[in-house]
């Protein structure tokens, strides 16, 4: 199975920041990267796919980069509706594997 | 615009088979991957399995030959069995639609999840 490794698991941040959250592919994966937003009690919400694609009806806040094993997510200015968790995923193999999760917090 | 509904027992027995339907509204089951996903504290998000929509299946290798997939078209429903259930897969269950853009594959559509307990 690819393994996929998020960083950092937390981050403490304020409205308004530039956020930045990493994803490492155990190998190498194209672009076949995906990133979903997840608020408590709900399910996943695509944000970014293609690893840079964005998803119909996303801010365009949210972009995404990479290709090969490194890839970032990136919220150009964090809105109070931002706090949640991310996790990326990769969509070139099967079994699709998710990283483990970088959760938001506030500052 | 499309919706998944997934439906089942919320409590199962050890050694039984977890049953889970997902129910597809506002749009064709046709011409899609549709996905399993669970989520429990401890393992995150892991991906069961998917089904295409005429019938073929691709699962986890992890849940060895528990897992079993099936879609009926003309309810717009697809289904998840997996057998000898422990308590190990206590978690919520999503069901999701995966759709390509391209040749880039992501999950654009998902259930509101089910939690279901493995507990005697």
């Known amino acids: 199975d690819i393994q996929m490794t998020q960083s950092p698991s937390s981050l403490s941040v304020s409205v308004g920041d530039r956020v930045t959250i990493t994803c490492r592919a155990s190998?190498?994966?194209?672009?076949?990267l995906n990133w979903y937003q997840q608020k408590p009690g709900k399910a996943p919400k695509l944000l970014i796919y293609?690893?840079?694609s964005l998803q119909s009806g996303v801010p365009s806040r949210f972009s995404g980069s990479g290709s090969g094993t490194d890839f970032t997510l990136t919220i150009s200015s964090l809105q109070p509706d931002d706090f949640a968790t991310y996790y990326c995923q990769q969509s070139y193999t099967t079994p699709r594997t998710f990283g483990q999760g970088t959760k938001l917090e506030i500052k | 615009q499309v919706q998944l509904q997934e439906s089942g027992p919320g409590l199962v027995r050890p050694s039984e088979t977890l049953s889970l339907t997902c129910t597809v509204s506002g749009g064709s089951i046709s011409n899609y991957y549709w996905s399993w996903i669970r989520q429990s504290p401890g393992k995150g998000l892991e991906w069961i399995g998917y089904i295409y929509y005429i019938g073929s299946t691709t699962h986890n290798p992890s849940l060895k030959s528990r897992v079993t997939i099936s879609v009926d078209t003309s309810k717009n429903q697809f289904s998840l069995k997996l057998s000898s259930a422990t308590a190990a897969d206590t978690a919520v269950y999503y069901c999701a639609r995966e759709v390509g853009h391209s040749h880039y594959y992501g999950m654009d559509v998902w259930g509101q999840g089910t939690t279901v307990t493995v507990s005697s």
């Open positions: 190998q190498s994966i194209s672009s076949y």
């Open positions: 293609g690893a840079s």
